[in-house]
């Protein structure tokens, strides 16, 4: 693909984000939402943040594939459930994920 190509891509991806983040706010100017639309909008963000971490750490281009990175993800899950501070959680995962890659794993 040609750099023009990219920047036409990365354009009309600004453009997308833009629309659909003014359609809120435009559809319902200073009308407050039902309390179970706002629920539902305060577990979106969290949904969303756990579907890319779910597929960043088990897919490798167009496959399935469990390895370094994975248990890396899991360690941090894990660490974070169990209410470890954030800089231990990345640390711990950065860490497993070294280690299996030295170790050949990932």
Not at 27 to 39: K, M, S, Y
Not at 45 to 50: D, K, V
């Given at each position: 693909m040609s750099a023009a190509t990219w920047w036409v891509l990365v354009a009309l991806c600004v453009v997308t984000t833009a629309?659909?983040?003014g359609v809120g706010p435009a559809?319902?100017?200073?009308?407050?939402?039902?309390?179970?639309?706002?629920?539902?909008v305060v577990?979106?963000?969290?949904?969303?943040?756990?579907?890319l971490v779910v597929t960043s750490a088990l897919a490798d281009g167009t496959d399935?594939?469990?390895g370094a990175d994975t248990a890396g993800v899991a360690v941090a899950?894990?660490?974070?459930?169990?209410r470890a501070?954030?800089?231990v959680a990345v640390v711990a995962a950065a860490a497993v994920t070294?280690?299996?890659r030295a170790l050949g794993v990932g």
């Open positions: 629309l659909t983040r559809a319902t100017a200073d009308r407050e939402l039902p309390p179970a639309a706002v629920r539902v577990l979106l963000s969290s949904a969303l943040l756990a579907a399935l594939r469990i899950g894990l660490l974070l459930w169990r501070h954030v800089l070294a280690g299996l």
